[in-house]
């Protein structure tokens, strides 16, 4: 079936240190692939996404590359602030009709002053 | 509406007991979604309407769970006889159903089933 796999969490950081969230998925197709993010307190918000291979998408400093060769659509940021910590989600929906959206488990990330 | 909303933010109920979960979609949004998200887990998929009817409820875990979108626009999640482990954050998402389409995602009822 269709999937993702997120790294597990809790990921540490300090502020200004160099972020990196592994997605893998599995898939029949071609999907389209999302990062959403939950702030503390917050519903899930799309952060960015990508709908084809080698496509970068990108928003408030993270970006993320749909990597068709390796399946995967890690998530990187170069300098991490305290007001990024919250649980990311990697995600992808399925062409063929039914765009039902897959999450991964969600991966939290805190970042220390 | 701005967003999706969802009613009641909590829900307590008790073993047996029949609850009703709320969601009004964005406007103009055709694709209605419900997820049920346990602690520390990613939002599990129960079902999908594209407008008044249910595409995929391939998601519901039993026959105790059912939902509804009579008029293509809110949705109304049916748990009977509720069980200990139907405690959870049920989700809410629409979108406009195209490839790469971002989902909005209500804040969510959490439910505890006492």
């Known amino acids: 079936g269709n999937s993702v796999t997120q790294m597990e969490g809790p990921v540490t950081l300090s502020e200004e240190a160099f972020l990196t969230i592994n997605c893998t998925y599995t898939?029949?197709?071609?999907?389209?692939l999302f990062w959403y993010v939950q702030y503390p307190g917050e519903g899930l918000q799309l952060l960015l996404k990508?709908?084809?291979?080698?496509d970068k998408g990108s928003n408030k400093g993270f970006e993320a590359t749909y990597r068709k060769e390796t399946t995967s659509f890690h998530l990187e940021k170069g300098s991490v602030q305290v007001s990024d910590s919250a649980v990311y989600f990697c995600?992808?929906?399925?062409?063929?009709?039914?765009?039902?959206?897959?999450f991964g488990r969600g991966t939290s990330l805190i970042v220390h002053p | 509406g701005a967003g999706v909303s969802q009613t009641p933010s909590n829900k307590v109920t008790e073993k047996g007991k029949y609850v009703e979960l709320r969601c009004d979609p964005i406007?103009?949004?055709?694709?209605l979604y419900w997820y049920r998200q346990s602690l520390g887990q990613g939002p599990e998929f129960l079902i999908y309407?594209?407008?008044?009817?249910?595409?995929?409820d391939s998601g519901l875990p039993n026959d105790r769970f059912f939902a509804v979108r009579p008029e293509g626009s809110v949705s109304t999640l049916k748990i009977q006889r509720t069980e200990r482990g139907d405690s959870a954050v049920y989700l809410c998402?629409?979108?406009?159903?195209?490839?790469?389409?971002?989902?909005?995602f209500g804040q969510g009822t959490r439910l505890t089933v006492v």
């Open positions: 898939a029949t197709g071609y999907p389209s």
């Open positions: 309407f594209q407008g008044t009817g249910a595409a995929d």
């Open positions: 990508a709908t084809k291979a080698d």
């Open positions: 998402a629409s979108s406009l159903m195209d490839r790469g389409t971002e989902a909005f």
């Open positions: 995600a992808l929906d399925l062409e063929g009709g039914s765009y039902i959206p897959t």
């Open positions: 406007s103009g949004h055709t694709a």
